[in-house]
């Protein structure tokens, strides 16, 4: 899933810090440094990073490497992470760190016995580092066994400065407010909302927010977990708040029917590309990537965000993602694998990936003046002084057969009610109905 995506800085601030040369996208050795812990040892590294951020996170790896002499690769998995772990255990070469996207494939590896727990020092630093809630959800059945690095903030609403200004609207503090400020942009000619529909991950998103926001921290919960049916009121509620907007086809680009047809990078350019269509686009702060690396703009100039605002008097909702690293009991390198998850708990590391940017970190201890720049230092804080309140993606914590596969489950049914939302009760029981059979499965 594209959950997540920017620019490449040079290696000037690695050579700073570590006398270092090499900066590519290669594994790296230091050489001649026989007093380095890990010197002539190999870490493989798998994950489901490509393109950009393959390239940046090499760049964590390399600093690894100068740092303790070890050889650091990393493996693309594509977003079949799940299936290229569970074959590479199976054939006896498993990976020795694995960087897993999603609360629920970390919770199955652990139940399949593939995960060895997080050392005492990683632990302790994750409790010094980071919000209780991080910990809580790398772990399962009371050991802790995921590391959060990078942390992705699906609660930014992304629109043209020039769009907002030419209507005469501010960004809106509450859920009315922007559907209110969003007519006003239609009425000025051009759509308020860029709905990235064909990807049925961006409106669950919109979904979790609202609901997040209108029915509180306990009850997102309580059905992440499913201990409350998708029949529940308050899901139906939620529904019939996002379907104000999904019914309303002057405030979508195009309508539903464009909508569905539209990709989220596709929902991106209708904002910040050359012909823009709206005014608004709704997704992660990895839309300023998008905006900045294809279209050229600079951020907090020619695209900015406001916070997701609260709903019917909620408070306003954080939402996140992240990809959390885990050990594999069957790694070949265990020392080096407990090494590298040491170096990635410390604000150390965070550093050369927030220096080259397309990145956030849920780490406190991270100075904001590693981000480069102040939209992303303002995205960066945020999350962190959101502290417990953070509530992690909810299709990312379900089962994939419910929240994470193409064509089916909440995908799917979510699409479907972008296409017809006049009956959201009709639609939470669907929701129910896949629900009970994935979670049951």
Same mark, same amino acid.
Request: a negative charge.
């Given at each position: 899933m594209m959950r997540r995506r920017t620019t490449l800085a040079s290696c000037t601030a690695l050579a700073l810090a570590f006398g270092a040369t090499a900066c590519g996208g290669g594994p790296v050795t230091a050489a001649g440094d026989g007093d380095k812990p890990l010197n002539g040892q190999t870490l493989t590294v798998a994950g489901v990073w490509s393109g950009t951020e393959q390239k940046n996170f090499q760049k964590v790896l390399d600093a690894f490497a100068e740092k303790t002499g070890a050889k650091a690769q990393f493996v693309s998995t594509g977003d079949n992470v799940s299936t290229v772990v569970g074959s590479k255990i199976e054939g006896g070469d498993a990976f020795d760190v694995v960087m897993v996207p999603q609360v629920g494939v970390l919770q199955q590896f652990a139940e399949q016995g593939w995960l060895k727990p997080l050392s005492k020092k990683t632990e302790q630093a994750v409790d010094a580092n980071y919000a209780s809630v991080w910990k809580d959800y790398g772990s399962v059945?009371?050991?802790?066994?995921?590391?959060?690095?990078?942390?992705?903030?699906?609660?930014?609403?992304? #629109?043209? /400065?020039?769009?907002?200004?030419?209507?005469?609207?501010?960004?809106?503090?509450? #859920?009315?407010?922007?559907?209110?400020?969003?007519?006003?942009?239609?009425?000025?000619?051009?759509?308020?909302?860029?709905?990235?529909?064909?990807?049925?991950?961006?409106? +669950?998103?919109?979904?979790?927010?609202? #609901?997040?926001?209108?029915?509180?921290?306990?009850? #997102?919960?309580?059905?992440?977990?499913?201990?409350?049916?998708? +029949?529940?009121?308050?899901?139906?509620?939620?529904? +019939?708040?996002?379907?104000?907007?999904?019914?309303?086809?002057?405030?979508?680009?195009?309508?539903?029917?464009?909508?569905?047809?539209?990709?989220?990078?596709?929902?991106?350019?209708?904002?910040?590309?050359?012909? /823009?269509?709206?005014?608004?686009?709704?997704?992660?702060?990895?839309?300023?990537?998008?905006?900045?690396?294809?279209?050229?703009?600079?951020?907090?100039?020619?695209?900015?965000?406001? /916070?997701?605002?609260?709903?019917?008097?909620?408070?306003?909702?954080?939402?996140?993602?992240?990809?959390?690293?885990?050990?594999?009991?069957?790694?070949?390198?265990?020392?080096?694998?407990?090494?590298?998850?040491?170096?990635?708990?410390?604000?150390?590391?965070?550093?050369?990936?927030?220096?080259?940017?397309?990145?956030?970190? /849920?780490?406190?201890?991270?100075?904001?003046?590693s981000y480069g720049d102040d939209v992303t230092r303002e995205t960066a804080k945020s999350l962190v002084d959101a502290g417990d309140s953070v509530r992690f993606d909810m299709s990312d914590q379900a089962p994939a057969a419910f929240g994470g596969t193409k064509g089916t489950g909440e995908w799917k049914l979510l699409q479907d009610f972008l296409r017809d939302p006049s009956d959201p009760k009709a639609t939470a029981g669907r929701l129910e109905g896949a629900a009970a059979k994935a979670y049951e499965d």
């Amino acid at each position: 899933m594209m959950r997540r995506r920017t620019t490449l800085a040079s290696c000037t601030a690695l050579a700073l810090a570590f006398g270092a040369t090499a900066c590519g996208g290669g594994p790296v050795t230091a050489a001649g440094d026989g007093d380095k812990p890990l010197n002539g040892q190999t870490l493989t590294v798998a994950g489901v990073w490509s393109g950009t951020e393959q390239k940046n996170f090499q760049k964590v790896l390399d600093a690894f490497a100068e740092k303790t002499g070890a050889k650091a690769q990393f493996v693309s998995t594509g977003d079949n992470v799940s299936t290229v772990v569970g074959s590479k255990i199976e054939g006896g070469d498993a990976f020795d760190v694995v960087m897993v996207p999603q609360v629920g494939v970390l919770q199955q590896f652990a139940e399949q016995g593939w995960l060895k727990p997080l050392s005492k020092k990683t632990e302790q630093a994750v409790d010094a580092n980071y919000a209780s809630v991080w910990k809580d959800y790398g772990s399962v059945d009371g050991s802790l066994y995921g590391l959060y690095f990078k942390a992705a903030h699906k609660s930014t609403v992304w #629109y043209s /400065p020039d769009a907002l200004d030419q209507a005469g609207v501010k960004a809106p503090k509450t #859920y009315d407010e922007m559907l209110k400020a969003g007519q006003t942009v239609s009425d000025s000619g051009l759509a308020a909302f860029s709905v990235a529909g064909q990807d049925g991950w961006t409106l +669950t998103d919109w979904f979790e927010n609202i #609901y997040l926001s209108q029915a509180g921290p306990e009850k #997102y919960d309580q059905l992440a977990a499913h201990e409350i049916k998708w +029949t529940d009121p308050t899901v139906v509620k939620a529904l +019939t708040t996002l379907g104000k907007l999904f019914k309303d086809k002057e405030l979508i680009a195009g309508g539903q029917k464009e909508a569905l047809n539209t990709d989220f990078p596709g929902s991106v350019e209708k904002v910040f590309g050359p012909e /823009p269509k709206a005014g608004m686009v709704y997704e992660g702060d990895f839309v300023a990537g998008v905006a900045k690396d294809q279209f050229g703009k600079k951020i907090g100039q020619d695209a900015d965000f406001f /916070p997701f605002p609260s709903v019917d008097g909620g408070e306003a909702p954080v939402v996140s993602g992240g990809d959390a690293a885990v050990a594999l009991k069957d790694g070949k390198n265990q020392k080096a694998a407990t090494a590298f998850l040491d170096y990635l708990a410390s604000p150390e590391a965070a550093a050369v990936w927030a220096e080259a940017g397309g990145f956030l970190s /849920p780490n406190k201890k991270l100075d904001l003046a590693s981000y480069g720049d102040d939209v992303t230092r303002e995205t960066a804080k945020s999350l962190v002084d959101a502290g417990d309140s953070v509530r992690f993606d909810m299709s990312d914590q379900a089962p994939a057969a419910f929240g994470g596969t193409k064509g089916t489950g909440e995908w799917k049914l979510l699409q479907d009610f972008l296409r017809d939302p006049s009956d959201p009760k009709a639609t939470a029981g669907r929701l129910e109905g896949a629900a009970a059979k994935a979670y049951e499965d």
